[in-house]
């Protein structure tokens, strides 16, 4: 049978982009679809834009901490249409980016909303036409999840954050991720009351637990209002703003509500139950681990599956899937051991198992952990703490955890990553040595294994 494209690619985030263009490079005829802006949530309304936010939001500490170090700083003023605009003019550079690169590696881009009709059949809904291809690959992401509950409609999520024509006086955040702990840094950071509501038991569940109640302790140090074991039963509109109704039968009155609790697979409408693409309870698509659905010329790469929901895991899958299908090449992506970052303000950066988790996999473990104030706080005058915490294999001795809290976290974590990823052990550690004075020395000087107060008090 003959196509009219080897390869019709549904969505151009990140990991449809980089599969499309490699696929074009190793020769197949590629077309790829979108109905909004090239370049998916990361670029246009996730990530980029987030980061660019949280670099805003650092002034309001940065001109406070400058006294202590001998500059006198005049009262700052923040404009709020000045940080969008410039983040408009970014976010537009690098959609054109992404256009041009798909141009030069030979890939058609088509501005439609695309469904599949059949195994090998993708209708362009505006166009009213079909296309063929001998492969489709989904990759359209996710979308914010809001709960239904009375008044849901009033709150906004992430995507609609990054436009609001003005800052209300009081912002509250509900959700205890990723998104939420970093919206809710980025809003107390540009000057507005932020109250932060979460219904479990600490925010960034999955994270280590001495890395997230010290986050907590940082944000209420901050000013912020933080609110565990919290839910929210109705949002109704006042007079002047907002109204949280909580479960327990109080109220919290604000000028906006961001859900930030999860997002879910973009599946619905894609036409994938019809053709027989296997999905989950939760809608996304059901992949093998070469990225493969049950419909034998189908894949699905990103976000779509709800494995790892990172912009360069769905980078990795999608340069994996033209391996396996055009390069010969079968790759399987790792999905153990990502090194990941939360820039909340402090910023978490992460790699490797959990204390929680390395005690459950390995039963005893050393750890290792640090508590101090860095030092750029000791002439500013601030009261913020650094966390760092690494977690050992006692009879191998490998590092299985890095857990830090504090400047440059990510940053560190990108590059633990690589040490974790290599197998590196605790006295590899030890004999590197260090750079001083940085508060990234202390991952090779710490000596002493941590021991917990009751243990402590046995001994």
Known sequence: MTFDFDLFVIGAGSGGVRAARMASQAGARVVVAEEYRVGGTCVIRGCVPKKLFVYASHFSEAFEDAAGFGWTVQKPEFNWQTLLANKDTEIDRLNGIYIRNLELAGVELIEDRAVVSDAN??????????????????????????????????????????????????????????????????????GVETSLLYRGEQVLRGFDDDLRYGLAEELLKKGMDLRVHTSVTAIEKTGEGLRAVLEDGSSLDTGLIMYATGRNPNTKGLGLEAVGVDLDRKGA???????????????????????????????????????????????????????????????????????????????????????????????????????????????????????????????????????????????????????????????????????????????
Not at 151 to 176: C, M, Q
Not at 388 to 406: A, F, N, Q, R, T
């Open 285 to 459: 698509v059901v992949v093998d681990a070469y990225s493969k659905t049950s419909v034998d010329n189908i894949y699905a790469v990103g976000d779509v599956t709800d494995r790892v929901n990172l912009t360069p895991v769905a980078i990795r899958e999608g340069a994996a899937f033209v391996e396996t299908v055009y390069n010969d090449n079968p790759v399987a992506v790792d999905h153990s051991g990502i090194a990941t970052a939360v820039f909340s303000q402090p910023e978490l950066g992460t790699v490797g198992l959990t204390e929680a988790q390395a005690r459950d996999q390995h039963g005893e473990v050393d750890i290792y952990k640090s508590s101090f104030r860095p030092m750029k706080n000791t002439l500013s005058g601030r009261d913020e703490k650094m966390i760092m915490k690494v977690i050992v294999e006692p009879s191998s001795d490998k590092v299985i955890g890095c857990h830090i809290m504090g400047p440059d976290a990510g940053e560190m974590a990108q590059v633990l990553g690589i040490a974790l990823k290599m197998g590196a052990t605790k006295a590899q550690f030890d004999e590197t040595i260090a750079v001083h004075p940085t508060a990234a020395e202390e991952l090779v000087t710490m000596k002493e294994r941590w021991t917990p107060p009751a243990a402590a008090a046995a001994e």
């Open 121 to 190: 059949t993708v209708h362009l809904v505006n166009a009213g036409r079909d296309i063929t291809a001998e492969r489709i690959l989904i990759a359209t992401g996710a979308a914010p999840f809001v709960p239904d509950i009375p008044g849901a409609e009033h709150a906004i999520t992430s995507n609609e954050a990054f436009h609001l024509d003005n800052l209300p006086r009081h912002v509250t955040v509900i959700g205890g991720g990723y998104i939420a702990v970093e919206f809710a840094g980025i809003f107390h950071g540009l």
